[in-house]
């Protein structure tokens, strides 16, 4: 059974910094792109970025909404992912999933979701 | 960047009734296009993917149509579980970019 388990998510200050993790099992991690997409309360779903597999060099592509602020990372040794969330604002708040994908399919599987809330 | 417009942002629906949702995005595209249902407090989950194909252990009522710039999500039979917003979702180019959802409410 695919699993997604974020966690890391917690209250931050304007500015400061937070790093997520999801942690995958049930399936080949390695073989897939990961996604993380984000949610503020009541409002729609928001494609944070991805990250590629080996094959594709792990490269990553972000919203611009988070371009030079957020990095996503892996290390396919842990079957984990993440995302290092600088100079946080407060409309960075929000619940943030991580998604399974691969090339031609997109957010199959997703995790609970990890609760963001950038505030002083 | 592609901007998908979803319509209608809500509707009301009896229990019985067909319901369509579309999106239309701003530029044509290839069928990389996926339809998600979310309900309250509760993860996205994947109906539709590449445009009309349905998900495993999906119900048959729901199916996905549509290629270019318009997209379509079809429930035949709205049940009492179908209420729930619903997302369009387009990965055929960078950045990925969802439509607005559609409220679909009891009438």
């Known amino acids: 059974e695919v699993q997604l388990v974020e966690s890391g998510g917690g209250l931050v200050q304007p500015g400061g910094s937070l790093r997520l993790s999801c942690a995958a099992s049930?399936?080949?991690?390695?073989?897939?792109?990961m996604d993380w997409v984000r949610q503020a309360p009541g409002k729609g779903l928001e494609w944070v970025g991805r990250?590629?597999?080996?094959?594709?060099?792990?490269?990553?592509e972000y919203a611009a909404s988070v371009k030079g602020r957020f990095t996503i990372s892996r290390d396919d040794s842990k079957n984990s992912l993440y995302l290092q969330m600088n100079s946080l604002k407060t409309e960075d708040s929000a619940v943030y999933y991580c998604?399974?994908?691969?090339?031609?399919?997109?957010?199959?599987?997703w995790g609970q979701g990890t609760l963001v809330t950038v505030s002083s | 960047d592609i901007q998908m417009t979803q319509s209608p942002s809500a509707m009301s629906a009896s229990v019985g009734d067909r319901v369509t949702i579309t999106c239309r995005a701003s530029?044509?595209?290839?069928?990389?296009l996926a339809w998600f249902q979310q309900k309250p407090g509760k993860v996205p989950k994947r109906l539709i993917y590449?445009?009309?194909s349905l998900q495993s252990g999906v119900p048959s009522r729901f199916s996905g149509s549509g290629s270019g710039t318009e997209f379509t999500l079809t429930i035949s039979s709205l049940q009492p579980e179908d209420f729930a917003t619903y997302y369009c979702?387009?990965?055929?180019?960078?950045?990925?970019?969802f439509g607005g959802g559609t409220k679909v409410e009891i009438k």
């Open positions: 530029q044509g595209m290839n069928n990389f």
């Open positions: 979702l387009q990965h055929n180019s960078y950045p990925l970019t």
């Open positions: 590449a445009a009309s």
């Open positions: 998604a399974r994908s691969a090339p031609g399919d997109c957010a199959g599987y």
């Open positions: 049930g399936f080949t991690f390695s073989d897939h792109y």
């Open positions: 990250i590629r597999n080996k094959p594709h060099s792990y490269t990553t």
